[in-house]
């Protein structure tokens, strides 16, 4: 069965929203024992689940997650809180291979299996939903290469984003992530066009902002770009071709103080490329301050005329801090990652030192 082929009886234009876990909603690290976990709410959490269930988001929800099924429950039943969505995929329903599945590989969600197998369960193999109402909400560009016009990146919520917040808690400040404000904006705008989720994603519309007010070119000129990563300690002042000798081709290049870089620099989606597009190297709409700002302020609007409490539920809901308890409970993968961006940097102030040194002499 062939997704072409299949007659969308999508009504309302009711559109399908596919919702990362770890990462995306919440933040999970493991216990000391490695058997359970601790999962910590991404702040606003329980506001953005009471928009998307409301009847006038017009959206119907599904979970797909690339962790396995036993982590996916405790993850679910965090969330929802025992009200879980029709729709929970887990990493059985990837299609891989025993030694992938057991193995930490790069997963890639396929949105064609989620439209087939819903279709499979109305009659006449009818699909309720595909390409042109479907949106992927996850922090991985990866994970959407397949459908990248389906895709709604957002910043990932890991370690450091969580201590970050805790930090400003604990501080007295209210000021933690508005990530999933910023969505329930970009959701409720997708109401409101006359074109397709593919297609709205695909011309880069939300670069213009809510109501499409934002002038595209400066929302895209003003956002942030990433640090170059730090030189190899192995380019030091006064190297010449000689020192080098033995060495790689690369370590040879990296270590020229003249040496050019050639950086890719996207074309905005919102105008005519002229080179191909890579879709894992273009930047994302929240790399952009004031139009970070702008789906904030308006998702904010729309909870308000909605009627829907806005509270982050960080304290209530963060494991102990309801209690009064303020560590960061359990371990996760990136725990190590700003750490090393720590020492990174420290290495990189030590190599100007020592280059401020070498002039001088």
């Not at 389906?150 to 917040?165: C, F, M, V």
């Amino acid at each position: 069965m062939h997704i072409s082929a299949l007659t969308s009886i999508s009504a309302a234009k009711r559109c399908l929203l596919v919702l990362d876990l770890n990462g995306t909603l919440l933040h999970r690290r493991r216990t000391s024992s490695g058997h359970s976990s601790h999962v910590y709410i991404r702040p606003y959490l329980g506001t953005f689940l009471q928009y998307i269930s409301h009847p006038s988001a017009l959206l119907d929800v599904a979970v797909w997650s690339s962790a396995r099924r036993a982590n996916v429950d405790v993850m679910v039943e965090r969330a929802w809180n025992g009200k879980k969505p029709d729709i929970v995929l887990a990493r059985e329903d990837m299609q891989l291979t025993d030694r992938q599945f057991n193995h930490n590989v790069r997963t890639t969600k396929d949105l064609r299996q989620l439209w087939l197998r819903m279709a499979q369960v109305h009659q006449g193999n009818r699909i309720i939903h595909g390409p042109r109402d479907t949106m992927l909400l996850d922090d991985s560009i990866h994970k959407a290469r397949l459908q990248p016009n389906n895709h709604l990146a957002l910043p990932t919520y890991g370690s450091a984003e969580l201590r970050a917040d805790a930090d400003a808690l604990v501080s007295g400040s209210e000021t933690v992530d508005e990530s999933l404000i910023a969505v329930v904006g970009i959701l409720s705008e997708l109401r409101t066009t006359n074109v397709s989720v593919d297609e709205w994603n695909r011309t880069g519309r939300i670069w213009a902002g809510p109501g499409a007010r934002l002038n595209m070119r400066e929302m895209w000129d003003g956002r942030i770009r990433p640090s170059p990563p730090p030189r190899s300690l192995t380019s030091l002042p006064g190297q010449t071709e000689s020192n080098l000798a033995g060495s790689s081709l690369s370590a040879r290049l990296a270590s020229r103080d003249d040496a050019s870089v050639a950086e890719y620099e996207p074309d905005p989606p919102f105008e005519p490329s002229r080179q191909p597009r890579i879709y894992s190297e273009m930047p994302q709409w929240f790399n952009s301050p004031p139009l970070m700002r702008a789906w904030i302020e308006h998702g904010r609007s729309v909870l308000d005329g909605l009627g829907i409490q806005i509270v982050h539920e960080c304290v209530q809901a963060w494991p102990g801090w309801r209690e009064g308890k303020r560590d960061i409970l359990g371990k996760a993968k990136d725990d190590g990652l700003k750490l090393r961006k720590s020492e990174d940097q420290r290495k990189e102030r030590k190599e100007q030192k020592r280059k401020g040194w070498t002039r001088q002499a």
